[in-house]
């Protein structure tokens, strides 16, 4: 596995590999009222945020966090590769770049509605510079007990050995909650947003954890609209990924050609419904829950074979 895509050695580094182990943070926005309102909880989590950048207030602090008006003075400080990106959808290009420009290898990438054209554009510069992308328009990511960038609540989660990836936030939530809740912690849990360019999918994302004895099972919480699911369930019969993996799927009763919130979720016909989805999980052997409630009831079933 290439250590510049390994979001595990950057979050929580390695023992062997010294790659990425400063586990500092940059907030690009810290003083606007989202950024700063997560910036005090992804502290009080116990998140290294060492340092924010805001233009113009160079100089001052935030919850005693120096802000910086550039990347280049943020990271040569700090010698952070982690960025949270709380700008304006407007901003976000140029946030994103600069931020790759100096060093930064992982992009967590909050706001919503950024233009398509903007996303593809960081994501191919992202991915020309050996950085990462999550998002945009993710809750973001969190290594339970560890530290977390992004909007997620701290409560559901728990330390463990299960992995979960979600196409919606508050669905990463409460499935964790019910994990959690029956004795499933998480290694990892990462939002892959809700937008239709996603700089890190749901295959890539398995890719990141194939190899990992740390995790023991995943759970992948999807929705209508798109063919990620579609996409994900080809991949594993392809290359035989052997960990349990259980499913969920959003949006199961909602009428055909009927739009959700996420932009990617929309249905025509049959391409994107549920049915598609489930029935190429099936083909996978992935378990469907028909609930977030029933998804740990899946997951004993899945780890004792």
């Known amino acids: 596995m290439n250590s510049q895509f ?7 580094g390695s023992s062997t590999d010294s790659d990425f182990e400063n586990k500092s943070v940059i907030i690009q926005g810290i003083t606007g009222s989202f950024g700063s309102t997560h910036t005090r909880l992804m502290k009080t989590y116990g998140t290294n945020i060492a340092a924010g950048v805001t233009p113009g207030k160079g100089g001052s602090k935030f919850e005693d966090i120096p802000v910086y008006n550039t990347m280049e003075d943020a990271t040569k400080s700090t010698g952070a590769v982690i960025s949270g990106i709380f700008v304006p959808a407007p901003f976000f290009y140029n946030a994103a770049k600069e931020a790759i420009d100096n ?8 706001p919503e509605h950024v233009p398509v054209i903007d996303s593809i554009k960081v994501y191919e510069y992202a ?14 990511v969190i290594v339970p007990k560890i530290m977390k960038v ?19 936030g508050t669905l990463m939530y409460e499935v964790s909650f019910h994990l959690s809740k029956s004795g499933y912690g998480q290694r990892l849990a990462l939002g892959i947003g809700g937008d239709p360019i996603n700089g890190t999918n ?17 759970v992948v919480v999807g929705e209508i609209g ?10 594993i019969i392809k290359t035989n990924f052997s960990k349990p993996v259980i499913a969920y799927i959003a949006g199961r009763s909602a009428p055909k050609e009927k739009r959700m ?4 979720a929309i249905v025509y016909g049959n391409y994107g419904s549920a049915e598609s989805k489930i029935a190429h999980y099936l083909k996978a052997n992935v378990p469907v829950a028909k609930s977030p409630r029933e998804i740990p009831i899946l997951l004993k079933e899945q780890l004792k074979r």
């Not at 798109?226 to 991949?235: C, S, V």
């Open 261 to 264: 919130g996420h932009a990617g």
């Open 6 to 12: 390994d979001i595990f050695k950057i979050l929580i």
């Open 103 to 110: 060093g930064i290898k992982l992009l967590v990438a909050i």
């Open 150 to 168: 992004g909007i997620m609540p701290a409560q559901p989660f728990t330390e463990g050995n299960t992995v979960v990836f979600s196409r919606s």
């Open 202 to 218: 749901l295959i890539d994302s398995f890719e990141l954890i194939r190899d990992r004895d740390d995790v023991d099972s995943i």
């Open 226 to 235: 798109g063919d990620a699911e579609e996409q994900l369930a080809d991949h």
């Open 127 to 140: 991915k020309k510079q050996g950085a990462r992308m999550i998002g945009p328009n993710t809750p973001g």
